[in-house]
């Protein structure tokens, strides 16, 4: 038998497999233990409210909460569309000159 | 100074009483005066490890409601001068433990001097898990190398760091430690098990003992004594190192390393 295992091709590390996947979802619950639970709610709510006025993408609304010193800050973060992004930098680049 | 510590996991089965009974006896022995509490109402099993199931009179939740003073409910351990044990009562239901009912028998054995008070948690995030990891110091978190206990302590670690008195105080959070159990260095050898320093690096803490899976933790049940007492087994001997650790010596890592086999157990077999 042990010869037999010996000769046998060995299967493949699975202690490696393991660590990898752990390494992953320790990140990813990492990331999101600790945060309110109406967060997926208010992005979802957001994003309809958004869409009333700018057809940006599902994904395009990223919500982060940040511990910082005794504060909570909430921060929203929305990519708008190539064609309106570009229209909304020349917009803010006339007035710049202004001030 | 009374130190308070926590034997935690998230996960169940991965060992928690036996170690927070070799961890009691092994402070014990060095001559501290030890108190063990089991936390797990309704499912106790301490008094069975530390073999004094039969001489619970009193538990935990009769000293809460004031039912029994704290001298009558803790068993005197009979091998070890400076060693006591606080049963979990088996009948009565999960909300028997409050805050602060807890937090006034800790309060009592400070003022009776004890030099550690280690608090053996229930498996899960529920009220009892919560209570005891809540006023602890420290904390040794016992991880089996395999994902779901490696995954639940991570979640265990989450809450040592928020939902703790010391975190609450701002005081940063409880000391952590990891106390790896069920280490079989052939199977990490052979890239069937997640080796020391995976776990180590996905957890980021500091690893204060491996107890090796060993034949000698299921005799030392069996017979109602700590493995730890069992100075010839390997994981008994492993707890010690553990023990001397937790008491700021520098010991090495013992039985890490697989047994290398002869040429011919190799050929034919063990």
Redesign the interface.
Known sequence: MGLLDFLRSRPKNTATLATERLRIIVAQERATNGRPDYLPLLRRELLEVIRKYVNVDPDAIDIHIQREGTSDVLELSVALPEKLRAAAAAKAAAPAGEN | MTETIVVTSGKGGVGKTTTSASLAVGLAQRGKKVAVIDFDVGLRNLDLIMGCERRVVYDFVNVIHDECTLKQALIKDKRIETLYVLAASQTRDKDALSKEGVERVLDELVKSNFDYVICDSPAGIEKGAALAMYFADRAIVVVNP??SS??DS??IL?LLA?KTRRAELGKGGVEQHLLLTRYNPGR?AN?????IN?VKE??GIEVIGVIPESPGVLTASNAGVPVILDTESDAGQAYADAVARLCGEQRPLRFIQAQKKGLL??????
Not at chain 2, 191 to 195: A, F, H, N, R
Not at chain 2, 265 to 270: E, H
């Open positions: 395999e994902v490696v995954r991570d979640r989450g928020s990490v890239g069937d098990m997640m080796g995976d996905i957890l157990a190799r050929l034919f077999g063990s």
